[in-house]
């Protein structure tokens, strides 16, 4: 599964809370009816689109990053990455889009 498609599912999975969370304010207001549940339910309403919106920007940011490095003149050098102070690993990267090998 990409990334791409996992942040679709998170989005799918996230549009489907809030049709949850939606039912039961309609639920609540047929009956009677405690502002203060109706207001908590809209702020989980409101965090929860704003956790779309930053799905959404991480998609198109990883639209652009496949595209840059799709045309990128890859050059690659090899690094060392410290762990811990005892351990290090070599990673080879490329020095414009970062791809890793």
Do not use: W
């Amino acid at each position: 599964m990409t990334e791409i498609s996992v942040i679709d599912n998170t989005i799918a999975i996230l549009n489907s809370k809030i049709q949850e969370i939606e039912n039961e304010k309609t639920k609540l207001l047929d009956g009677d009816v405690n502002q203060r549940d109706i207001d908590i339910l809209d702020g989980f309403i409101v965090e929860l689109e704003k956790q779309i919106i930053v799905e959404k920007r991480r998609r198109s940011d990883m639209f652009k990053l496949r595209e840059y490095q799709t045309l990128c003149d890859h050059i690659f050098v090899e690094d060392l990455v410290d762990i811990d102070p005892d351990r290090s690993i070599s990673i080879e990267y490329c020095v414009h889009c970062l791809v890793t090998k």
